[in-house]
């Protein structure tokens, strides 16, 4: 008879036999499956995220904020986010580990029974708390099946925050494009008050647009 495994360790998708690592590479589509954005995200932040946590791993928040390739997100924020990347709320089990989380959203989403709770999509914490030998034993069965190789997440090149003085002239360039814009409405609504007023006087009546 064959070993029990973990009670946490997940089937592997069937393109992805067990101890198989690498399936999805760190330029793949982001669109695995349909995770709920957290307020404040936007999807290429979530792809940021995504690549990210691949190749600074799970948990590493103070990394992921060194590497400046989300500008001004909080701990709170990516912590928050993973959980929903993931499709769980527990993220422990995952910690350190170089992992694609919306690969492991994807087989979350497909989990169904009568212990499985969910909110915004989550998988929620369900009867006693976990011990840290049972955390750790679903963590190294996270690693056989779902870590990224090495050679892979190495590699993966976070983005960097645009130049400041850059992004201020874009800034810039956008408010005149919007403030030519209000110009041209508030010109177009002075003409029509006008016209309106002209024709009051003269008692004329146009059609109606």
């Known amino acids: 008879m064959s070993a029990a495994r973990p009670a946490a360790a997940m089937e592997a998708p069937r393109s ?101 709770r969910r909110k915004n999509n989550c998988i929620v914490n369900t009867g006693g708390k976990l011990t840290r030998e049972e955390v750790e034993s679903r963590r190294l069965a996270h690693r056989e099946k779902f870590e990224v190789a090495q050679e892979v997440w190495s590699a993966i090149e976070l983005p960097k925050p645009d130049n400041p003085l850059i992004l201020l002239d874009k800034k810039r360039e956008e408010l005149k494009s919007l403030q030519a814009e209000l110009d041209d409405v508030v010109a177009r609504i002075a003409a029509a008050e006008q016209a309106s007023i002209s024709d009051q006087n003269t008692g004329i009546k146009r059609p109606r647009e």
Not at 22 to 30: K, W
Not at 46 to 71: D, F, H, T, Y
Not at 83 to 109: V, Y
Request: with cysteine; net charge neutral.
């Open 16 to 116: 992805m036999p067990t101890g198989q690592r690498n399936v999805v590479r760190s330029n793949d589509s982001a669109s695995l499956w349909n995770c709920t954005l957290s307020p404040g995200w936007t999807l290429d932040e979530v792809q940021v995220l995504r690549q990210a946590l691949m190749k600074l791993g799970v948990g590493n928040w103070m990394k992921i904020i060194e590497s400046e390739c989300l500008p001004g997100k909080t701990i709170a924020q990516m912590n928050l986010q993973t959980q929903r990347m993931l499709g769980q709320q527990s993220t422990a089990e995952f910690n350190g580990l170089h992992i694609d989380a919306l690969q492991i959203g994807e087989l979350n989403s497909k989990r169904q029974g009568p212990e499985i």
